[in-house]
């Protein structure tokens, strides 16, 4: 290798206070054949700017630390950073013998890990940074991460002069290559080769010419096949080019839409999936796992919020505003006027239940924030031997075991939608104000919100008995919710809450389609929405995909166009994006609210599992523009700190709590009476598959029992086909302690009934 100016692609500028502020100055240092960029050395030109290689051959090297597993932590690896745009890294622990002509710019130190051998010089793993993207570590000083669609690389250098040097090189080498642009080579397709001087010499040694031309077409047909194979490797680039440009294309369209589009910053994206285990890794052990959740706990300041379980009574809450709010069809101008630098603000009121300009006086009521330490330890289940073991049986009549369950009932999750019930307390100050804009941009806020705790939930809830039921009385968030099973075939459950100045109801049922490595699930069933002063809004919900049953990691997507219908003179459509196996950038939601005559008049943008955000006008602004002037709406609840499989947000851990004095006080058909689900909660794995078979063999009772006129006890049909309403009665009910007519659906089977079941 010979020494060069340092091409431009390649120069490490130090100036830059956008990574690694306050860091010392790497120093550049020839060392041989190569520029050694490390912490120390003789010879030093600071900042690298004496130092430069001209030439489109500059490459830059050295020695990085890749996570590898939980056996090996933590192991030395050669990087190359091409000025192509690759960065490619072996096991070899020395610098391998660069082409000619080449000139390399060495990070860091090489002579301590020097092996005598050269055992690994092959290239293990190869990224291209047009289709990736990487930031610091915030724990860290040394350590930070390159991100692909597929893979996550962890990274670490001996010191933090390095990981400054180390970003800035990618920054460079990204920032100047792209495929789409002339710094592809060109290759030629055709290759021709002359035999004049070969047979002319051949003439000149008294070689007979038909000797000659025999050697001469043996010649040309070697070099036929040559060729033959040369245009295979020329149409095997090409197509790799063309696949690269696609990449590239779908990289660049996910890095420009969605929220902060205009403003994504590379080194410090926030790629929100990490600690949510949404895409496969490199690295799939528990300590990789490990590091990516620390850094999701670092990403956010806020303080950790806590939720607490049911009360004895429902007061009516009272919402006292901190500031008028002049009545208009439009959003006011304090309203157009937010935008992100107020977000902060912001987001902790949301996080509390409330809005700037509301304050909420709700009762304080505690609630547990974990749930109980497993009495057991689980064993796990091979869904294999599941199968293995059940051919040929009828699957309708085999219990799985509890360890595809999650300790609350569907009745219970239908509740979870309700976490974020004080974007309809605000919609329904908004429009006491006479701002009905604001009111359909927190109802849509709401709508979304509803699919924030489905990410990372793997189990499924338990499937509840027919005529059961679950209350959830929430005094500090001034809601009382009501549903009950109310018919087994087709499932349907129907649900009831009442707020401050508003009531929300639905009945719902599921329709599935499995296409061998995914399942997808489609709601059926309409939400209602409505307000004291009397307007409506109706939506449905979007089609959810669960992905790699079989497998890979088990994730759920949520995808689909819902459209909320108001009575009045707004309305709304959300566009839920499917995610793609190279979207960088998922979870995405996209939509506009209209008015009555079909003009847009705001905005929506977000992520079902993060935020969402509005802005003002009809969309026409750019994406700059559109991130700097858009407002937060919604903000999803930091998770709780002492995570389970089950992955519960920490409303959801509220969910099931019996408090003291609570039980004598619930009907016998409530869910948190339910023993199976009970067991699973307390970690007595055992019981609760003991019990979760025998309420099984109760369940299938459910259809013979509905089809001889069971009627369900609080809520009542419209019609034949119709939708159920709460029919009323339940808290009155409770209130006496009165349940005449609540059978004890939990209790033991007598032997006639399970016999005259079985011979059915």
Request: overall charge negative; charged content about 25%; aromatic content about 10%.
């Amino acid at each position: 290798m010979r020494v060069k100016e340092m091409h431009p692609l390649c120069c490490i500028t130090l100036e830059s206070s956008g990574i690694g502020d306050g860091s010392p100055e790497p120093t550049l240092l020839r060392t041989g054949s190569a520029v050694n960029f490390s912490g120390g050395g003789s010879e030093v030109n600071a900042g690298g700017s004496d130092v430069s290689t001209s030439g489109s051959s500059s490459s830059v090297a050295g020695i990085l630390y890749k996570w590898t597993n939980f056996g090996k932590g933590w192991r030395s690896r050669w990087f190359t950073l091409r000025n192509n745009g690759v960065l490619s890294y072996s096991k070899s622990r020395r610098p391998p013998d660069a082409p000619p002509g080449t000139d390399v710019v060495l990070i860091g130190s090489t002579s301590a890990n020097r092996r005598s051998g050269r055992k690994h010089t092959k290239t293990v793993g190869i990224v291209h940074l047009k289709i990736s993207s990487f930031r610091e570590s915030k724990s860290d000083e040394r350590r930070f991460y390159i991100f692909t669609a597929t893979k996550t690389l962890h990274l670490r250098t001996n010191s933090r002069k390095e990981r400054v040097a180390w970003i800035e090189a990618l920054v460079s080498t990204r920032i100047h290559f792209s495929l789409n642009g002339n710094n592809t080579p060109i290759l030629t397709r055709e290759l021709s080769v002359s035999t004049q001087r070969l047979k002319q010499r051949l003439l000149d040694e008294g070689i007979h010419d038909s000797l000659v031309n025999d050697c001469e077409q043996i010649m040309l047909s070697e070099f036929s096949g040559v060729q033959g194979q040369f245009h295979l490797l020329c149409q095997d680039r090409s197509n790799l080019l063309d696949t690269l440009r696609q990449l590239e294309a779908a990289n660049i369209e996910a890095e420009t839409s969605g929220i902060n589009d205009a403003g994504y910053n590379l080194m410090k994206h926030e790629y929100t999936n990490i600690g949510r285990r949404k895409y496969s890794e490199w690295s799939t052990t528990e300590s990789s796992d490990d590091v990516e959740k620390q850094e999701l706990e670092e990403a956010s300041d806020e303080e950790e919020i806590h939720y607490f379980d049911t009360n004895e009574y429902f007061s009516e809450p009272t919402i006292a505003s901190s500031g008028s709010v002049a009545p208009q069809n439009h959003m006011d101008d304090n309203n157009t006027n937010n935008n992100k630098n107020n977000d902060n603000d912001n987001n902790n009121n949301n996080t509390d239940g409330k809005e700037n300009m509301f304050e909420c006086r709700y009762p304080y009521v505690e609630r547990r924030t974990k749930l109980p330490d497993p009495v057991e330890k689980e064993k796990g289940v091979s869904l294999w031997s599941m199968i293995k073991d059940n051919i040929g049986k009828d699957l309708t009549r085999v219990c799985l075991p509890v360890f595809f369950n999650e300790p609350i009932s569907s009745l219970q999750k239908c509740f979870e939608d309700l976490e974020y019930s004080h974007l309809l307390d605000q919609a329904y100050e908004h429009g006491k104000a006479g701002n009905s804009l604001m009111r359909i941009l927190n109802v849509a806020a709401f709508a979304v919100s509803g699919y924030a705790s489905s990410e990372g939930r793997l189990c499924k809830p338990f499937n509840p008995l027919l005529g059961e039921t679950y209350e959830a009385d929430y005094p500090e968030k001034g809601i009382r919710f009501f549903s009950e099973k109310v018919s087994h075939h087709p499932t349907l459950i129907a649900c009831h809450c009442e707020g401050k100045g508003w009531k929300f109801w639905c009945d719902t049922n599921l329709k599935s389609k499995f296409w061998g490595r995914s399942i997808q699930i489609d709601p059926v069933g309409t939400l209602n929405l409505e307000f004291d002063d009397g307007e409506i809004f109706q939506w449905s919900k979007v089609t959810t995909s669960i992905y790699n049953l079989i497998l890979g990691n088990i994730y759920c997507d949520h995808h689909g166009t819902m459209h909320i219908q108001g009575n009045r003179q707004y309305s709304c459509k959300l566009k839920f994006k499917e995610q793609s196996i190279l979207d960088r950038n998922p979870h995405q939601v996209n939509g506009f609210v209209e008015d009555s005559t079909g003009k847009k008049v705001a905005q929506l943008f977000g992520k079902w599992d993060d935020s969402m955000y509005f802005v003002n006008g009809d969309g026409s602004i750019n994406a700059k523009d559109k991130s700097e002037s858009s407002s937060l709406l919604w903000k999803r609840n930091k998770p709780p700190p002492d995570l389970t499989r089950y992955n519960l947000t920490s409303f959801a851990i509220t969910l099931n709590e019996l408090t003291p004095g609570l039980e004598e006080k619930l009907p016998p058909t409530d869910s948190r009476l339910r023993p199976d689900q009970r067991h699973l909660e307390n970690g007595e794995f055992d019981k609760a598959n003991v019990e979760k078979l025998r309420l099984e063999t109760r369940q299938r009772m459910s259809r013979k029992m509905q089809e001889h006129g069971w009627r369900p006890r609080w809520f009542e049909r419209e019609g034949e086909e119709g939708p159920f309403h709460y029919i009323g009665g339940y808290w009155e009910a409770r209130e006496q302690g009165k349940w005449d007519g609540s059978p004890n659906i939990f209790g033991e089977i007598s032997e006639d009934l399970v016999n005259s079941v079985q011979a059915s």
